[in-house]
């Protein structure tokens, strides 16, 4: 391990952790609400797109914990960086198609945006400084992990709570 991961590993663990039980947690609401969510044409984009970027933040935390030199880290999280701009840019584009149809309020468009790009941005400026060698990239990565982990639990509540009203 290098020295930039020092201190680090407790931290990754547990984003696995925490990753790996939110995945869970909303394939069980998938499963539960599946009619609903397939009836809502807005709502499956939201699914796979919080599934996505929950699979790739357990994917890269493990990565983490891998003994390997910063460098490598830093083109694992060049790959999740880009794959969560596709799942985002793709739950999007279906999301504004869905909601001009279903003229949904403007919020809930912008909610879906943003919570979108919270993800995305961070995680593609850690990977960024982490290419250029500066270790304050895991510090970004560490922020849109955590982003990543309160918008999956917030897309839990809705996938589980808010379309059963």
Same mark, same amino acid.
Do not use: K
């Given at each position: 391990?290098?020295?930039?991961?020092?201190?680090?590993?407790?931290?990754?663990?547990?984003?696995?952790?925490?990753?790996?039980?939110?995945?869970?947690?909303?394939?069980?609401?998938?499963?539960?609400?599946?009619?609903?969510?397939?009836? /809502?044409?807005?709502?499956?984009?939201? $699914?796979? &797109?919080?599934? =996505?970027?929950? !699979?790739?933040?357990? %994917?890269? +935390?493990?990565?983490?914990?891998?003994?390997?030199?910063?460098?490598?880290?830093?083109?694992?999280?060049?790959?999740?960086?880009?794959?969560?701009?596709v799942f985002q840019l793709a739950s999007i584009r279906q999301t504004l198609i869905a909601h001009r149809r279903?003229?949904?309020? /403007?919020?809930?468009?912008?909610?879906? $945006?943003? &919570?979108?790009? =919270?993800?995305? !941005?961070?995680?593609? %400026?850690? +990977?960024v400084l982490l290419n250029i060698g500066h270790p304050t990239g895991l510090y970004?990565?560490?922020?849109?992990?955590?982003?990543?982990?309160?918008?999956?639990?917030?897309?839990?509540?809705?996938?589980?709570?808010?379309?059963?009203?």
């Amino acid at each position: 391990m290098t020295a930039p991961f020092t201190g680090w590993i407790a931290f990754f663990g547990t984003i696995a952790g925490v990753a790996a039980s939110l995945t869970g947690l909303v394939m069980v609401a998938l499963s539960v609400n599946i009619r609903q969510i397939i009836e /809502m044409s807005h709502l499956p984009a939201r $699914a796979a &797109s919080t599934i =996505g970027a929950l !699979v790739l933040i357990l %994917l890269l +935390a493990l990565c983490a914990e891998l003994p390997q030199p910063l460098a490598s880290f830093a083109i694992e999280a060049d790959v999740a960086a880009a794959l969560v701009w596709v799942f985002q840019l793709a739950s999007i584009r279906q999301t504004l198609i869905a909601h001009r149809r279903l003229s949904r309020p /403007m919020r809930e468009r912008l909610f879906q $945006a943003i &919570s979108g790009y =919270g993800q995305a !941005v961070p995680l593609t %400026l850690g +990977a960024v400084l982490l290419n250029i060698g500066h270790p304050t990239g895991l510090y970004w990565l560490a922020f849109a992990m955590l982003a990543c982990l309160t918008i999956a639990v917030m897309n839990a509540w809705i996938l589980l709570v808010e379309i059963l009203r």
